[in-house]
């Protein structure tokens, strides 16, 4: 089973334009227009209000600070690109969770294997790969014309953002275990340099994703060093939906380890009645994954 943000997630377009929501929020913060321009012409920014005008990124930036709003947010409400990458993601999980191949095979129509053309878009092709074949239960790794693509690209110089791990935390299943403990050091090297909060989620996505494969292989070992990593990041007391996937990783661990010791299976089995009651969809992603690494409650 392949594990993407583990929950379902409702996303909305509020089918507004950029410039009529900037002039929505000044007016709920009871702002006139002079007070948000700043050095900038009062013309200018009514002209981007009613005419939904382009405007510069430093421009919106100065003109968002007045009204107390940081463009993180800004940029939500309005649903640009974010929401474009967001809604691409979710049809993919849920024809997944669907098992909808037809589906599946539609989009990855849509985003052919290009890397010359356009890597992101030859990313989740790779994605759409892993994922159909995941619901034909078929087993592969990349041919080596896309290993040719994948393997350098994760491990270039420079940051990693969301598309990254996503990509990672899926097409690791194709990937030779070699491959991917390479990739998991450079990740780890690249995410301590700098990340957004938001990262840490799809880390830990990466790290369970690659934690059941090996648990499926019967690698132990390698499996407490992956619980070894997500025991030592700096996780918010509050996400508990990434502490529920670190403990349930470390007492399916355990369970693997000592089959004998009850105790074990007692804790994993008053994890998942806790959980049920909290999140039914994750609950029943947890239990699938259970089940295909053969542990039975």
């Not at 100065?62 to 309005?78: A, K, N």
């Not at 909808?100 to 890397?115: G, K, T, V, Y």
């Not at 989740?124 to 994922?131: G, S, W």
């Not at 994993?268 to 699938?288: E, G, P, Q, R, W």
Request: glycine share 4%; proline share 3%; hydrophobic share 40%.
């Amino acid at each position: 089973m392949l594990f993407f943000f583990g929950r379902d997630i409702e996303l909305e377009n509020s089918g507004n334009c950029i410039g009529s929501t900037f002039r929505n929020l000044r007016q709920r913060r009871l702002l006139e227009i002079k007070q948000v321009s700043g050095n900038l012409h009062v013309s200018t920014v009514s002209h981007f209000e009613h005419k939904d005008s382009d405007i510069r990124i430093f421009t919106l930036m100065s003109i968002l600070r007045e009204t107390m709003t940081d463009p993180q947010e800004f940029l939500e409400i309005v649903d640009l690109q974010a929401g474009y990458f967001e809604t691409l993601i979710h049809r993919i999980e849920h024809a997944y969770d669907c098992l909808n191949l037809e589906s599946l095979l539609q989009m990855r129509a849509e985003f052919p294997f290009s890397p010359l053309t356009s890597a992101p878009k030859t990313l989740i092709n790779l994605i759409l790969e892993v994922v159909i074949s995941d619901v034909r239960h078929v087993s592969f790794t990349f041919s080596s014309e896309k290993l040719n693509f994948i393997i350098p690209y994760l491990l270039h110089n420079g940051p990693w953002y969301k598309l990254e791990y996503i990509v990672f935390g899926n097409v690791c299943h194709a990937l030779p275990t070699k491959v991917n403990d390479q990739i998991v050091s450079h990740m780890l090297k690249v995410y301590d340099d700098w990340h957004l909060p938001e990262y840490t989620t799809n880390l830990v996505i990466v790290i369970f994703n690659l934690a059941g494969d090996r648990m499926n292989q019967g690698k132990l070992a390698d499996v407490k060093q992956f619980i070894d990593i997500l025991s030592n990041l700096s996780v918010n007391c509050e996400q508990l939906y990434l502490e529920f996937h670190i403990s349930l990783l470390r007492l399916a661990y355990h369970v693997k380890l000592h089959p004998e010791n009850k105790k074990s299976k007692y804790m994993l089995s008053n994890l998942l009645s806790t959980i049920s009651m909290i999140d039914k969809s994750l609950f029943v992603k947890a239990s699938d994954w259970l089940t295909q690494i053969d542990i039975s409650l």
